[in-house]
């Protein structure tokens, strides 16, 4: 729903401006955006979609106004949660991953889990942008591609104590894989509070600091020549499987074992006024003096004459040649 929500503000809102500006402004090459959308994983864990935002700036880089391809160079702070939540068991007999004190008392009794996790992250990166700048000049719809590598801190959690409140007690959670469904896993079984560390940097709330390079894919449309707004999906490879809090011992979807994160997004793109962009000033002033003239034939204001020819005589001040000179006779030049 809220992908419908965010293509069909995308599709109405550049309606709504009066003047359909179709060119960028491409002396405007530092911009700021804005970002907020849906922060969604695919691990070992099933899916339970969070919200994420962030920001970015960067500089655009054109070889030329026309070109074909244009490129940019970002930097993007990206802050949210991810989250999973399973609803089977998972048989714990010989796990191999990192097992804290709560997760070992499953694993001894009784030999499974029902996993979920919830991840922080704050995610500091430099992405390189490929635009199709003409296509972007024509009609001011901006299709594009990117890169990134990332700096991560990242820590995993998961809810594995079940504590109540209403005695001070606390323990494990009763798992019986007979009643075990989507609607019996939630909020009204567990208690909502992450407090186990999942793998080895999380403890006592610190953060794991890794690499992760990441790939996305974006559309804009500039609803004016420095402001644009569009949809944009990036997923950031963690290049480790235990991300989610759980090493799967078999691989997943094409033989792949890593886990990935995911952020799709609505964002706001502002280009900063360049030198270019600044009306041009206009050329200065510059004082003339009046012309003067001084008729001397005739020398008077009147005079009638036969001949159809009549030379005239006069001499005339403050002009450059005498192409700037016209005469006209009764309205006649």
């Given at each position: 729903k809220k992908l419908i929500t965010l293509a069909f503000c995308l599709y109405v809102m550049p309606g709504?401006?009066?003047?359909?500006?179709?060119?960028?402004d491409s002396n405007s090459p530092w911009f700021f955006g804005l970002n907020v959308g849906a922060a969604w994983n695919s691990t070992d864990i099933e899916n339970e979609t969070n919200a994420g935002w962030g920001f970015t700036f960067g500089r655009s880089f054109t070889t030329?106004?026309?070109?074909l391809f244009a490129w940019d160079l970002r930097l993007r702070y990206l802050q949210g949660n991810w989250y999973g939540q399973d609803f089977d068991t998972t048989d714990l007999t010989n796990y191999v991953g990192y097992t804290p004190n709560e997760y070992q008392a499953y694993a001894d009794n009784p030999g499974y889990t029902v996993n979920n996790?919830?991840?922080?992250n704050h995610h500091l990166g430099l992405e390189l942008v490929l635009h199709a700048n003409r296509l972007r000049q024509r009609t001011g719809w901006d299709?594009?591609?990117?890169g990134g590598a990332n700096i991560t801190w990242n820590q995993t959690y998961?809810?594995?104590v079940n504590i109540d409140s209403s005695f001070g007690i606390s323990g494990?959670?009763?798992?019986?894989?007979?009643?075990?469904?989507?609607g019996f896993l939630g909020t009204t079984f567990l208690d909502g509070v992450s407090e186990t560390a999942m793998n080895q940097g999380s403890e006592g709330g610190d953060y794991n600091l890794n690499f992760m390079p990441s790939l996305g894919v974006g559309i804009a449309?500039?609803?004016?020549?420095?402001?644009a707004l569009g949809l944009e999906h990036k997923s950031t490879f963690t290049r480790k499987d235990d991300w989610d809090g759980y090493v799967d011992p078999t691989p997943g979807l094409w033989n792949r074992s890593n886990d990935i994160y995911h952020y799709t997004n609505f964002f706001l793109r502002f280009h900063l006024r360049?030198?270019?962009?600044?009306?041009?000033?206009?050329d200065p002033v510059v004082n003339c003096w009046d012309p003067i003239i001084q008729l001397q034939r005739p020398n008077v204001s009147n005079v009638t004459v036969e001949n159809q020819v009549y030379a005239f005589r006069a001499q005339i001040e403050n002009i450059n040649s005498i192409q700037n000179v016209r005469v006209r006779v009764n309205g006649v030049e």
């Open positions: 709504l401006f009066a003047q359909n500006i179709q060119r960028y030329r106004p026309d070109a996790f919830s991840a922080r299709p594009y591609i990117f998961s809810d594995l494990q959670y009763d798992y019986d894989p007979t009643t075990i469904s989507d449309y500039y609803a004016g020549p420095r402001f360049g030198q270019g962009s600044v009306d041009p000033t206009p």
